[in-house]
């Protein structure tokens, strides 16, 4: 007994050794997570292609007509020197010779199966393609969530849905659910056309932005395209230097102009008690006369038209 208690503090003290060897030795790299082990098949893509051809019930070849398939292109896994098939099936041996305890054939060592964890999928596509993943896909949303590359791209058809305009909105819906029918309702941004798509303001591959969002924070990313309201203003209305999303919704809302509450109740949220009347309750208004005026004509936007700041001498009130 006394021996084992021992040999547990001895085991504990050498941990500790090894845990500070490691701190000292700086922050452990964690990416690209390495392939798997193991005997590598190495007969080119023909000898995968023996049994992967066209004719076949479980067709491979038709990765050869993308990009992944240029053979001229020392990069690619195709290229002379690179494993082909194995670049990203991994060392896959066993699966031609060898057979499981039930007959059946070993899996190739990757076979990007969703009972596969994320990182052992990830590792042959970052193995090349760290650089254009950039610094963020570590501990970015999708990585962290166990989301591997290949839950968004497909490699071996020609066309990569998530990469088509057309198509990459029904890849990031069948997971995203509610931004779907965000994206349904009568006001939106105009992605279901085609004509915007999901990473005109996210970066799929993770940002140091909230929401994972393209630009460093909200405002950045919609001054990309409405510049018109980054200002700067003479008369600032303060909420919107700070957050067009105080009172715009990105995705799609039941309001006109993607408005996330109907003025003007949206308005009365921050203002109440103004000098002149601006809710239902508060009757008797000095200028510009009573509350139906200005509660009930259409609403505050009929004299506020200025609402996202006025740049004339006398705008103060964002009436002009
Ligand atoms: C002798 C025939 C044969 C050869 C050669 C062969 N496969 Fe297969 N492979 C199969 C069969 C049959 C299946 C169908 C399902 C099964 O039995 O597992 C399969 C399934 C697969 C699958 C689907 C799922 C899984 O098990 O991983 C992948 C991917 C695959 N093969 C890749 C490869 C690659 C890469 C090579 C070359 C290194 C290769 N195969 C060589 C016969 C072969
Ligand atoms: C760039 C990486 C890559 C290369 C190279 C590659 N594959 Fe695949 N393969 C995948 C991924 C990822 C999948 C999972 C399905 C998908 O995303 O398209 C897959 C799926 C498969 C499947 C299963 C298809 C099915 O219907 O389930 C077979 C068979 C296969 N590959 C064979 C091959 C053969 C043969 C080659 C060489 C000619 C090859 N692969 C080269 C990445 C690759
Ligand atoms: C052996 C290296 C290698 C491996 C492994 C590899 N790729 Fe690639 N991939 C390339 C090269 C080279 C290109 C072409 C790049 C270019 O033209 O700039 C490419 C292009 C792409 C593109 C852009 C396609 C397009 O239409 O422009 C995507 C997406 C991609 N790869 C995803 C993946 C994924 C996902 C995996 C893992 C399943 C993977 N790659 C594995 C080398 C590789
Ligand atoms: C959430 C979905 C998603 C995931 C997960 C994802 N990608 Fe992408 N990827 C995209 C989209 C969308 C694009 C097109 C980029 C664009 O339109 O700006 C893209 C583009 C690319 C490109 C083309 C070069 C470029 O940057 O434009 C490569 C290469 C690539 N991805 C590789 C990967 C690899 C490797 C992984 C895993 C480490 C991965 N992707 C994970 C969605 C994803
Ligand atoms: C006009 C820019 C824009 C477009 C286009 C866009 N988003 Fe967003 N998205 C945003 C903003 C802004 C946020 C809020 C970010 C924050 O502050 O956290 C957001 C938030 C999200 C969130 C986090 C949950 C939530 O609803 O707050 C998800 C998931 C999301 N977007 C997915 C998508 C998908 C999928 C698409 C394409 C179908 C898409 N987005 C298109 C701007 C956009
Ligand atoms: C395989 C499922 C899957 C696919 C496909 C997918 N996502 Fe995601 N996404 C997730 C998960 C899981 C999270 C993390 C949990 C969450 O915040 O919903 C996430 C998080 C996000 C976030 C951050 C949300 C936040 O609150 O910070 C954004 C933005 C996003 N995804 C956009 C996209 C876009 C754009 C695409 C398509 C290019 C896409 N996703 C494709 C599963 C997916
Ligand atoms: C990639 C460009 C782009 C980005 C980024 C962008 N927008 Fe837009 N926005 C558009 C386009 C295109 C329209 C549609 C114009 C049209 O239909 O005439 C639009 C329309 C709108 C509308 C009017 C909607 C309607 O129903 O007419 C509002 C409000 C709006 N955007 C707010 C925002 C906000 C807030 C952000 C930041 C979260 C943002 N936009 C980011 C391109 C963009
Ligand atoms: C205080 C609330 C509020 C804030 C904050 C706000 N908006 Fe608006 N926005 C509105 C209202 C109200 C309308 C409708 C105006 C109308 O009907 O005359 C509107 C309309 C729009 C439109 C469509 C009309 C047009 O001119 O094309 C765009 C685009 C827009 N806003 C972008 C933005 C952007 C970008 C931001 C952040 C920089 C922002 N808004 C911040 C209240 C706001
Ligand atoms: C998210 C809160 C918020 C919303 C929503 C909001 N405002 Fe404001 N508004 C402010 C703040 C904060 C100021 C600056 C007040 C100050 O400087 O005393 C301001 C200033 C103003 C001013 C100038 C008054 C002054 O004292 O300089 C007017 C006019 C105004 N808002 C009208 C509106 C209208 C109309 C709406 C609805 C379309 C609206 N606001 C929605 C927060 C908001
Ligand atoms: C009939 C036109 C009209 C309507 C409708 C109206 N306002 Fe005004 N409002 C004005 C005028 C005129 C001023 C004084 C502007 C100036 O000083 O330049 C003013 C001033 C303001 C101020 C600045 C008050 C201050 O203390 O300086 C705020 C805030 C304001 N309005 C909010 C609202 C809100 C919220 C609504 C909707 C509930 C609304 N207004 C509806 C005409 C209107």
Redesign the pocket.
């Known amino acids: 007994m006394k021996g084992n208690g021992d040999g547990l503090r001895w085991l504990t003290a050498a941990g500790m050794l090894t845990w500070l060897l490691l701190w000292a030795a700086g922050p452990v790299q964690a990416y690209p997570d390495a392939m798997p082990d193991g005997a590598y098949f190495d007969r080119g893509t023909d000898g995968c292609l023996m049994c992967h051809g066209p004719d076949s019930q479980w067709p491979g070849h038709d990765i050869l007509d993308t990009v992944h398939g240029v053979r001229g292109d020392a990069r690619t896994p195709f290229a002379e020197g690179q494993r082909a098939c194995e670049s990203c099936h991994g060392p896959s041996a066993d699966h031609v010779v060898g057979r499981r305890e039930d007959g059946g054939r070993p899996a190739t060592a990757i076979a990007f199966s969703a009972e596969e964890p994320a990182a052992l999928k990830d590792a042959p596509c970052l193995a090349c393609h760290q650089a254009d993943t950039g610094h963020h896909w570590q501990g970015s949303a999708h990585q962290f969530e166990d989301v591997a590359c290949t839950d968004c791209h497909q490699v071996h058809p020609r066309q990569d849905r998530v990469m088509a305009r057309l198509t990459q909105a029904e890849v990031c819906s069948d997971c995203h659910r509610r931004t779907r029918s965000e994206f349904l309702r009568p006001s939106t941004h105009p992605v279901r056309s085609g004509s915007m798509v999901c990473t005109d303001c996210h970066a799929p591959h993770g940002s140091i932005a909230p929401g994972e969002l393209l630009r460093g924070t909200l405002n950045e990313s919609c001054y990309e395209c409405h510049a018109e309201y980054r200002g700067p203003f003479l008369w600032e209305?303060?909420?919107v230097a700070e957050d067009c999303s105080?009172?715009h919704e990105p995705h799609g809302s039941s309001h006109r102009n993607l408005l996330s509450r109907r003025?003007p109740w949206?308005?009365q949220?921050?203002?109440q008690a103004q000098f002149h009347p601006s809710t239902v309750e508060s009757g008797l208004g000095v200028p510009p006369r009573g509350a139906s005026r200005q509660v009930l004509g259409r609403d505050?936007?009929n004299c506020?038209t200025q609402?996202h700041g006025s740049n004339h001498p006398s705008g103060?009130?964002?009436i002009r």
């Open positions: 209305h303060a909420p105080s009172c003025s949206m308005c949220e921050c203002h505050c936007l506020h609402v103060a009130g964002l």
